[in-house]
């Protein structure tokens, strides 16, 4: 007896074989039955991997040509009326993307990880309608290749909640018009076999719920589980604990829970209550968004624990959630070190650790074969190398950071900003940028061959001092009055970093879906952090000599580099993001000292790091303004500390920074006018404040008189005096020629209204 069990798959392929048909589809270079075919192709080489690794419970439906949640919208005929012309593969494609005529749907985080939804536009006019045709055909496709699936779908409460209101429509009015869908569908299911599993996702349980939602649960559920005797259903969450449905879901008629028990380690709280349920557990044991080799021993323990209350073969081993969020397979990393390569799993080898800890678990250690003691013995050597490889564990670093940093700047900031403002004699309004400027062809071209050493350091040093030396002149000439050096050398923000800490590490193919054919590949960090020398400084002095103005060094904040990246653990965020916090104070230092007088430190992501669960908020925030201050520790007190954060929701964090004490912020709020910023004003926030005067996503060229009305609105929020000037964020994903006339304008309106204000 032994049951094991996976969430999803990944389906861009092992060589991002989706994203490759789908941009060629999309630039008109194949037709769309290529899409499909090769669709089908990976569906058949994702369903056998799973079924080569014995796998029990494999899914259909969790394979999309761009999003799930977009394909339920489908499934619904939740069509925003915009698109309602069209059909197939045009409607489904232009729902993603837009298309001449009509502006794409939305789209955003989905939970706390890096994957985005296309989010559903609901409205009470609407009718729906079923269409199931992708979910029978899936399951269909599968059974024709020999395996029986369970099918996958997202759960109405969480697509529901998931959605937007086009209407504002009340949630019980709309949610009466889509469970009859889904009960239709159901339906349509229970004919396809004599007896069919459903894992019906509600990721949104894991939140923090209002009654309001969580009262849908019951009756919900009592509805779906009633359609059809064959049908069993899993109703499954992940990413945190989801106590509280739990609770209500046991007193339906599903089959079973999905839960994770490695970001909801809460749930553990819930095991007496299934125990007396007669359900079926599907334990999230071995971690699905992550790289790291599954400590089986340790996961082994876990399942124990869970079978102390739970009676064991009631249980079925999992991944904690789909393995859509790890990179696909292990096999093409060749360059990697082969010491890290052997502490790493990406999706296709988790499938091998969820069979062999369920070995493990339903069997005695006697009963596994020479192959699996085999693996169990390097799995177990593997983690003992991991705890003891001097390549991870760095003694200096570790007792540095426990005993011997500075946990914050000297003097407060009423102190700071008195002398900053004497010594750097900016004015109020002073204007500036938020660092990069476009990222050309060339530029990227530069670094592509000084990368792959076909061309030398001297040329490619020379071509990037060239393009800051134009970025000089252009600012120079067009009046602004804090400069940046436009970050030409930097491929992301947290790579450039990334690449010269130690203790990171960087993989070939570790691609994670993003969106659609988006696909990003995060750096991880395997060991202890330092900085074996400085990162910026020879970039940022270079560009200080070309100018008499002041010029801004530029970093990436330490809850930034660790929220985009792939985190160790074997220690907690909390720990990792203060050593890289000591090791971007030694930056500060050495900015400081090559004479830099005003330094941003970016913490883009600051606010993606939230936790799902309120509950947890209070310790995040405590490390990740406790990290960016040492981060900033070293800088003196007339040396300006300058951050930037990307997003424009304030309210509930607006105390949090203020605490994180910066001297100016600059943040993004040029689409929704002033109203933002009330919330500094209503606050008292005292340090000073850069918002973005015009929105930088889009490629249309401000004009003087709308950024004039613009800074004209925040002079009525807050005084000139703590107000600065500068556009929403980096600009290098624009062209010079949007970029050029955009700061001239912003400049220009800036003098208008100075003068005004004389
Ligand atoms: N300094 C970075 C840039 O200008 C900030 C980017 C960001 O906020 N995402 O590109
Ligand atoms: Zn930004």
């Not at 949640?69 to 012309?85: C, N, Q, S, V």
């Not at 839960?259 to 299934?274: A, H, P, T, V």
């Not at 980096?730 to 400049?747: D, F, Q």
Request: aromatic share 10%; proline share 3%; glycine share 4%.
């Amino acid at each position: 007896m032994s049951k094991n069990y996976v969430v999803g798959f990944p389906r861009i392929g092992e060589q991002r074989e989706l994203k490759k048909v789908l941009e060629s589809f999309w630039a008109n270079n194949c037709s769309f039955k290529d899409v499909k075919n090769v669709a089908k192709e990976l569906k058949k080489r994702h369903w056998n991997y799973q079924k080569d690794a014995g796998i029990d419970f494999i899914s259909s439906n969790d394979f999309s040509l761009y999003d799930n949640m977009l394909d339920t919208a489908i499934m619904l005929g939740a069509i925003p009326k915009r698109f309602k012309e069209l059909k197939d593969e045009e409607l489904y494609f232009s729902m993603a993307r837009g298309n001449k005529h009509s502006v794409a749907m939305e789209m955003t985080k989905w939970f706390n990880t890096n994957y985005h939804y296309i989010v559903a536009e609901l409205s009470l006019d609407d009718t729906y309608e079923l269409n199931a045709s992708k979910i029978l055909n899936e399951y269909k496709e599968a059974k024709e290749l020999g395996i029986k699936t369970k099918i996958n779908l997202i759960g109405p409460i969480t697509f529901l909640g998931l959605s937007k209101r086009v209407d504002r429509g009340d949630t019980n009015e709309l949610f009466s018009k889509i469970l009859p869908i889904y009960e239709e569908l159901l339906k349509e299911i229970a004919k396809l076999d004599e007896n069919i599993t459903l894992q019906i996702d509600e990721p949104i349980f894991a939140k923090d719920n209002d009654t309001k939602l969580l009262s849908l649960i019951k009756p919900a559920y009592d509805t779906l589980a009633n359609v059809s005797s064959n049908i069993n259903i899993i109703v499954t969450t992940y990413f945190e604990h989801s106590n509280e449905a739990t609770k209500i879901l046991l007193n339906t008629p599903i089959w079973a829970l999905g839960l994770d028990f490695l970001y909801g380690e809460q749930n553990l709280e819930s095991l007496k209550l299934i125990q007396g349920s007669s359900k079926k557990l599907v334990a999230g044991v071995v971690d699905g968004r992550n790289i790291w080799k599954n400590n089986i021993l340790k996961t082994n323990e876990l399942l124990e624990t869970i079978a102390k209350t739970v009676d064991k073969k009631d249980i079925i081993v999992s991944s904690s959630c789909s393995l859509l969020h790890s990179p696909f397979t292990l096999e093409y990393e060749d360059k990697l070190d082969v010491n890290i390569k052997n502490w790493l799993s990406y999706a296709k080898e988790k499938l091998d650790e969820i069979s062999l800890v369920s070995k493990l678990f339903f069997n005695s250690l006697d009963d596994l074969n020479e192959e699996e003691t085999t693996a169990l013995d390097k799995n177990f050597k593997a983690n003992q190398d991991r705890k003891t490889s001097a390549l991870i564990h760095d003694k200096v670093v570790q007792e540095r950071v426990l005993n011997n940093i500075k946990l914050q700047r000297d003097g407060k900031y009423e102190d700071r900003i008195k002398l900053q403002k004497s010594a750097l004699k900016y004015k109020d309004l002073a204007t500036t940028t938020i660092g990069s400027f476009p990222q050309t062809p060339e530029v990227r071209q530069a670094r592509k061959e000084f990368k792959n050493n076909t061309i030398s350091k001297e040329v490619y040093e020379a071509n990037m001092k060239a393009y800051i030396d134009d970025c000089v002149s252009f600012q120079e000439e067009c009046g602004i009055e804090i400069l940046v050096h436009g970050e030409p050398e930097r491929n992301d923000m947290v790579e450039y970093f990334g690449e010269q800490l130690k203790g990171y590490g960087f993989s070939q193919n570790g691609w994670v879906q993003s969106y659609g054919s988006r696909c990003v590949k995060p750096p991880f960090i395997y060991g202890d952090i330092s900085r074996p020398k400085p990162m910026t400084v020879d970039w940022i002095t270079y560009a200080q000599s070309k100018t008499d103005k002041i010029m801004k060094g530029m970093l990436t904040g330490p809850v930034t580099i660790l929220n985009w990246s792939f985190v160790r653990d074997d220690k907690e965020r909390s720990e990792v993001s203060k050593q890289i916090a000591v090791a971007l104070s030694d930056e500060i230092d050495d900015l400081q000292k090559a004479g830099i007088k005003i330094i941003q430190v970016d913490e883009a992501a600051f606010k993606e790091g939230y936790p799902l669960r309120a509950q947890k908020i209070k310790s995040y925030e405590k490390w990740a303004v406790r990290d960016f201050k040492i981060a900033v520790s070293s800088a003196k007190e007339k040396t300006q500390i300058h951050t930037h954060m990307c997003y424009s929701e304030f309210n509930d964090i607006i105390q949090t920074i203020e605490d994180m004490d910066a001297d100016v912020i600059s943040i993004e709020t040029a689409r929704s006018g002033n109203e933002l910023l009330k919330i500094f004003k209503k606050y008292g926030y005292k340090q000073e404040v850069g918002p973005g005067v015009y929105d930088i996503h889009s490629p249309r060229i401000p004009s003087v008189n709308e950024i004039k009305k613009q800074i004209d609105m925040l002079l009525e929020v807050l005084p000139k005096e703590q107000l600065w000037i500068n556009p929403d964020c980096g600009l290098k994903t624009r062209r010079w020629e949007e970029v050029k006339p955009s700061l001239v304008n912003m400049v220009e309106a800036v003098k208008l209204v100075r003068e005004e204000l004389k």
